[in-house]
């Protein structure tokens, strides 16, 4: 079974082949590009479309490696002793299994089937967290010391990486992944994709709206570019407010900014830029 | 049987490794992708490249393989036919050019240089079509030519997905790879070792012997205790030499720079130029908010750890002498000051770009060599590392 978008995800044949590579291969996926291009849908896409259940690992700068496979209460436990004399099952207390909690890659490792694993925003994390993985995910196995058991995958899972480049990967890291780019979409896959979202969208519209959209994107100066989640919002808004084509093509005429400018500009010194362009009758749409 | 597109990845210094293109095998062995020039570029890509900044090169790289393997020369240079250029050229010129075509070797000889040159232009990362044109003695530029005529521009993009040919001949990557992101790992690896750990804020953490101790005092019944986690605390002010002769090590200074400014918490940044003087300031853009370099030592107290970051290579004038500064007069001479920073702050180090073997040549850097008390460090992974155990430990000097 192969990877090749879903009817509410464009896929690029780039990515798709990407996908199908680690997936035949057995190898994780690392995934970078610009915020809002899709990196983290693009796990829950596979999943939905391959049939696999999805386990999702969100990394915070707090997170450790270990979290990921297991957490021994120890402390749970210690008190359930302590209460044991009063009527308490002390069964439970001498079976430690009760008291380790499964990570979300235990829980992947365990699961019935092939599993989808989303490791979310990697590089959020402290700058050793990838190498204390490393083991875990090339031979999808570890040892939990408590039980002395080694877990290992019953199926390997298909992993998906995330990063936006806040840090560095190790290189030993990296060469154990399949690595994708996602580059910002071009005006055609950036129309179907819309497509995808607004299939009774007006042809008008739609061209109009790409065609600001675009052009907001091309000034050098912006601090955050739009990217495609944010022109799903604003097409959503523009539908919502009724907003035709026609207005946007008033702009140029009554020198306006386009409508719902905030959600496309999230940046208060960007959205001050525009209202400068547009003094200087510099606009870029 | 790709052994020869490895090995030039690798000539074009790629960072490839073996098993990566065991992988690449593998995967055109299970036939993941079809076998068709396109899928293989794609392939070939997530399996070998593991940084956006290596994209454009691939790119490059991966047309070179394609266009030596098959020789296309039409997908590299666009669909005109040499004998139209040719008529058109005729027209344009002067017999006596005409007479120097000839003697060039002839039309032919001039459209495989001028193919030589745009490919030389590509891999030489030049971009644009500026030498060909240009140039007094180009002979491109001779017939008055619009280097527009030899793009290799195929614009019309085809209905739904793009041609990978376009793709790695436009060369979509670029902007990446100008803006490369250097690769500051390692130095900031060499930075953490500066760490001060201190438990402050929310308390988080089981404190386990003051659990036990409790709880024995507590007769067995378990009285827990909880503790702030560890955290680095580390204050750090790093002073950076700007402009002169520090323009040589400006990228040396700026990987140092983003790096210690993603690793410490508490980090100030401040500049000067060649000595400390009077007055520092805080923006390199704005000379003009300057900083008493009173108010600096007043602000930030002695457990700030000090990194001077410069060359230290002036005229010795500029540090001994009142006066001495080539910017301004100086009541005080650049040691007067220096030595007020080494009163205040116990932990300090200079962090020199310079190569060591040369530090001996120059007398204004021995002076500083001196006044810090063999605690400048060469600025290398290992001269980091060095200097950020002589901020925890004084003693920690650099014989070189």
Redesign the interface.
């Known amino acids: 079974m192969k990877f090749t978008g879903t009817e509410a995800y464009i896929a690029t044949r780039e990515l798709s082949t990407a996908v199908n590579a680690a997936v035949q291969l057995q190898k994780p996926l690392l995934i970078k590009g610009e915020p809002g291009t899709g990196k983290t849908l693009l796990a829950f896409e596979v999943a939905r479309s391959l049939g696999k259940p999805l386990y999702t690992w969100h990394v915070k700068s707090t997170t450790s490696a270990q979290q990921g496979l297991y957490e021994y209460d120890a402390v749970s436990r210690l008190r359930d002793s302590q209460l044991a004399d009063r009527g308490l099952d002390s069964d439970r207390i001498d079976d430690l299994s009760n008291y380790i909690k499964k990570g979300k890659l235990w829980e992947a490792f365990e699961s019935d089937e092939q599993a989808v694993l989303l490791i979310d925003e990697i590089d959020k994390a402290d700058i050793e967290f990838p190498n204390d993985l490393l083991q875990e995910l090339d031979r999808m196995e570890f040892y939990c010391y408590e039980l002395q058991r080694t877990i290992s995958a019953r199926h390997r899972p298909i992993v998906i990486i995330t990063s936006n480049n806040e840090k560095e990967l190790p290189d030993a890291f990296l060469r154990r992944c399949f690595f994708h780019y996602i580059r910002f979409p071009d005006r055609d896959t950036m129309q179907q994709i819309v497509d995808v979202h607004f299939p009774n969208l007006p042809q008008e519209l739609m061209a109009k709206s790409l065609s600001v959209f675009y052009s907001i994107r091309d000034v050098k100066a912006l601090k955050k570019k739009p990217s495609t989640s944010e022109l799903i919002d604003w097409v959503r808004l523009l539908l919502v407010a009724g907003v035709s084509h026609d207005d946007l093509n008033d702009l140029d005429a009554l020198n306006e900014l386009p409508p719902y400018l905030g959600a496309l500009l999230k940046n208060e010194q960007d959205s001050d830029l525009m209202v400068a362009l547009r003094k200087r009758g510099a606009r870029p749409y | 049987m790709f052994l020869d597109f490895f090995l030039l990845l690798r000539r074009h210094h790629l ?1 490839v ?1 073996l ?2 293109y065991l ?1 690449l095998l ?2 055109l062995r ?1 036939d ?2 079809e076998p068709t020039i ?2 293989f570029y ?2 070939s ?3 070998l ?4 900044q290596h ?1 454009d090169l691939f790119d490059r790289v991966f047309g070179e393989y394609v266009q030596g393997r098959e020789s296309v020369p039409a997908e590299v240079l666009p669909d005109i036919p040499p004998e139209w250029l040719k008529d058109a050229l005729m027209r344009e010129l002067s017999e006596e050019e005409k007479a120097a075509i000839e003697a060039a070797g002839g039309f032919e000889a001039l459209w495989e240089r001028f193919r030589k040159l745009m490919d030389e232009q590509n891999e030489r990362h030049e971009g644009g079509n500026k030498w060909i044109g240009t140039g007094g003695t180009s002979p491109f530029g001779v017939g008055g030519y619009a280097p527009e005529g030899f793009k290799t521009d195929k614009s019309a ?1 085809g ?4 041609r ?1 040919a376009k ?1 790695w001949e436009n060369r ?2 670029k902007n ?1 790879s100008d803006e490369v ?1 250097l ?3 390692n130095i ?2 060499a930075l ?1 070792r500066l760490r001060i750990l201190t438990r402050e804020g929310a308390e988080d953490e ?1 404190d386990i012997d003051g659990t036990i101790d409790r709880t024995s005092r507590n007769a ?3 009285d ?1 205790q909880m503790q702030a986690t560890k955290q680095n605390r580390v204050k750090v002010l790093m002073l950076f030499d700007v402009g002169g002769s520090m323009d040589d090590h400006i990228d040396l200074c700026n990987q140092l720079f983003s790096a210690a400014r ?1 690793q410490f918490k508490h980090l100030e940044f401040l500049y000067f130029h060649n000595c400390v003087y009077e007055t520092l300031w805080k923006d390199n853009h704005r000379r003009k908010d300057r900083m008493p370099t009173w108010e600096v030592l007043h602000k930030y107290n002695k457990e700030y750890k000090v990194i001077f970051v410069g060359d230290a290579s002036m005229s010795p004038y500029e540090i001994t002498t009142p006066k001495g500064s080539v910017e301004h007069y100086n009541q005080e001479s650049g040691l007067v000051w220096l030595d007020r920073f080494k009163a205040q702050y116990p932990h300090l180090v200079w962090l020199n770009p310079m190569v060591p073997a040369y530090w001996q040549y120059t007398q204004s850097l021995d002076i500083i060599r001196r006044w810090s008390g063999n605690r400048m460090f060469p600025l290398t992974l290992n001269g980091l590392t060095g200097a950020m155990k002589s901020l925890k430990n004084p003693k920690v000097t650099f014989e070189g």
Do not use: S, W
């Open positions: 960072p490794t098993p990566e992988t593998d995967a299970k993941v992708a396109d899928d794609f392939l890509k997530t399996a490249v593991k940084h956006e994209l993009p209905q739904g997905q793009r990978a793709v979509e990557y990446y992101e690769n500051t790992r900031k690896m953490r089981l067995g019944m378990l827990i993603y």
